[in-house]
Structure formats: C-alpha cells, structure tokens
C-alpha cells in the first residue's frame, strides 16, 4: 500500500511538471507575422509558424513569395524563443523576446546583426 501511495504521487508530480511544460509554450505557439526592416526585400516580411508536435516544438517560415522553410533547433524558454533557419546555405539564427503577443529579437545573419518585430496573427 505505501508502495502504491508513493507511486500515485510521483505520478502526480510527473504530470503537473509536463502541464506546467506545455503552458509555459502556449505563448509562442501560434502564427506571427516577422517583419526585419534591414534585410534584403525577399526577406523583410513573412509568417512564423510554430506549434507542437510530439518530439517538442516545430515551427516554418513563409515568405511572401511562398518560399518556406523549416524551423530547425526550436526552443522556448522563460520567454525566450530561440531557432535557426537555413538560407540560401548559411544557418540564420533568430533570438526574440515573447511577451503581449508580439516576439522582439535579433537574426544573427552573416551580413550583421538585424533587428526583427513579430505580432501574433489573430
């Protein structure tokens, strides 16, 4: 009986610990629409699209002109999301900060250093 107690709680433990994991992502989960001001014009607009799958998050990224790209290494943590994507065979890494449904960060591109804005899609 003692052995079934202590199971039942570090079940319990076990299960509010992940619930706690998946709504710290509900606030970056979602589509958002990027804007990075000094990139080249191909660039400077699209959508992020992140969700949850069973191996973590994954996200795309939609240009105007339809071109997409995968989301690689996404993670998100205390408010801070953090991913690369592959352009034109360099690995762009993107930081930003998550709060009131917009996403403010910086793209690491092999040209310098850009400032991006995102608002979340309705």
């Given amino acids: 009986m003692k052995n079934l107690k202590l199971v039942l709680i570090i079940l319990g433990i076990v299960i509010l610990n992940q619930k706690s994991f998946a709504n710290d992502n509900k606030n970056v989960i979602g589509t958002w629409k990027v804007a990075v001001v000094d990139a080249p014009d191909q660039y400077v607009n699209s959508s992020l699209i992140v969700s949850e799958a069973k191996e973590g998050l994954i996200g795309k990224v939609i240009f105007e002109d339809g071109q997409e790209l995968k989301v690689l290494n996404i993670q998100f943590s205390k408010d801070v999301i953090q991913f690369a994507v592959n352009i034109e065979g360099s690995e762009i890494k993107v930081t ?3 709060g009131n449904s917009k996403i403010t960060g910086k793209i ?8 991006m804005t995102a608002v979340r899609k309705l």
């Fill in 108 to 115: 690491d591109a092999p040209d310098g250093v850009l400032e």
């Fill in 96 to 98: 930003g900060k998550v």
